[in-house]
């Protein structure tokens, strides 16, 4: 039967907490640290490591309206369940929820780019043909992976986000060892560096964060998810504050802050040589590769399930191709299809923006449905929505206000495209909210 179909990937009760946990620190680790560290740095010079510590006090803020609507109602469909709870199946929850899987498709092409710019560090090659052939590459590992089943990523997520913990801790403390623990930024904070540059890198900081999404979308098939959804989250984010903390006052000790911007697509890398050596450099290499392909696994587990969960909702279209199996596969392949058109023609530093724009937007959304229309039922207090709406409002706009100058192309590109997508939803399905009274009588 389809619903059959639809249903059939969809298994309750099938990842662990340790599981989820380890999945959402996959994904952020990945991309966290080895894609965003030198982004954040060129942006907020040598305070970038504070740019990590406000990047997660307003994940917090922001993972509450996740964790409250997920504590009341855990999906598959996660952050599409939220919006349509807020807003009904219309135009608005549908292009939101659009926002957040194109986010995530950005994410995977962000960190199979930053596996293929480290892997080539360590045949001293940093740039060319070869870094959009290994980030396809890996994507297409990282499908092969995701087809096998959810048991397999869940092992695959454990063993890799402990090894990934470790190793990059392990880092950290050997690169502030050899500074003599020098955990000073104020000291060499680069003078050329402006207010609303310091608060736009904040924008990274966040995304670095963004992981934490991918255990919302996985809702429906966490054991005890009423509970487990929000402990993970919590869990997860405060794991990877501690891990971005060690490693950004390590880079930040290593090097000055105009290499670390020169090297921005590898400033793990370049900053484990003079720390830690030769042994220390290619183990960095390695310890990227591992970790930015667990990354692009789970993210690529996740998205395809929202993928999915939107079609079963009707809030976005679906096209067989001519292709067998469950709607679930199918979008699997589109999410790999999309994330490699993205890792062959976009670089690192527009990647990373595009994804910034696309998840603020979507995270506003969010917090603005649940403030109006499902705290009181679900017990929410309206100070946390609102500071969490006013946190993502500046820091979008001094985010835009920074790229307008350095690269409005990427500016232009992801304020149309997100237009699109609304104006495309609203083509679609008619109207902008849906059924207001549900909202009342679900």
Same mark, same amino acid.
């Given at each position: ?97 659009? @926002? ?12 199979? %780019? ?25 994507? @297409? ?141 290619? @183990? ?32 976005? $279209? ?56 499902? %705290? ?8 946390? @929505? ?21 690269? $409005? ?16 939803? %609203? ?16």
């Amino acid at each position: 039967m389809e619903s059959d179909q639809k249903q059939g990937d969809y298994k309750a009760n099938s990842i662990s907490l340790s599981g989820t946990v380890a999945m959402g620190t996959g994904v952020m680790i990945g991309a966290g640290i080895f894609a965003l560290t030198g982004q954040m740095a060129e942006l907020a010079g040598n305070l970038f490591p504070l740019s990590f510590i406000i990047g997660a006090i307003v994940t917090l803020f922001s993972a509450y309206s996740y964790i409250k609507m997920s504590n009341a109602w855990p999906s598959a469909g996660g952050i599409a369940m939220i919006l349509q709870k807020c807003y009904g199946a219309g135009a608005v929850a549908a292009g939101a929820a659009l @926002l957040m899987a194109l986010s995530m498709v950005i994410a995977e092409s962000l960190v199979a %780019r930053t596996f293929a710019t480290y892997v080539l560090r360590f045949f001293d090659i940093s740039g060319g043909i070869l870094v959009p052939v290994l980030a396809v590459g890996v994507i @297409l590992f990282a499908f092969i992976v995701n087809i096998a089943g959810n048991r397999s990523i869940g092992m695959i997520s454990i063993v890799m986000a402990v090894f990934k913990i470790a190793g990059i801790g392990l880092f950290g403390g050997a690169a502030l060892w050899a500074s003599g623990f020098d955990f000073s930024i104020s000291q060499t904070a680069s003078s050329n560096v402006d207010g609303f540059g310091f608060v736009a890198s904040i924008a990274f900081g966040i995304l670095a964060f963004k992981g934490f999404t991918t255990i919302t979308n996985s809702g429906a098939e966490v054991e005890n998810p009423h509970k487990n959804v929000g402990r993970a989250i919590v869990i997860s984010i405060l794991i990877c504050t501690a891990t971005y903390l060690l490693v950004a006052f390590g880079v930040n000790a290593s090097l000055p802050i105009d290499q670390i911007i020169a090297a921005k697509d590898y400033a793990l890398a370049e900053a484990a040589e003079p720390a830690l050596g030769q042994i220390g450099f290619t @183990l960095t290499i390695l310890l990227a590769a591992i970790a930015t392909a667990s990354g692009v696994i789970a993210s690529i587990f996740a998205v395809s399930r929202m993928l999915a969960m939107l079609t079963d909702m009707k809030m976005i $279209p679906h096209s067989h191709f001519g292709m067998s199996g469950t709607i679930q596969r199918h979008t699997l392949i589109y999410t790999v299809v999309i994330a490699s058109f993205l890792a062959i023609f976009f670089d690192l530093s527009r990647i990373a923006s595009l994804g910034a724009f696309f998840y603020l937007v979507m995270d506003m959304l969010v917090h603005w449905g649940v403030f109006r229309y499902r %705290r009181k039922e679900i017990g929410a207090s309206p100070y946390i @929505l609102i500071a969490a709406l006013v946190f993502d409002a500046v820091v979008l706009a001094a985010f835009s206000i920074t790229k307008a100058g350095s690269d $409005p192309t990427i500016v232009v590109i992801a304020w149309v495209a997100i237009a699109a997508v609304f104006v495309f939803e %609203r083509y679609y399905l008619g109207k902008w909210i849906a059924d207001p009274e549900q909202h009342a009588h679900h």
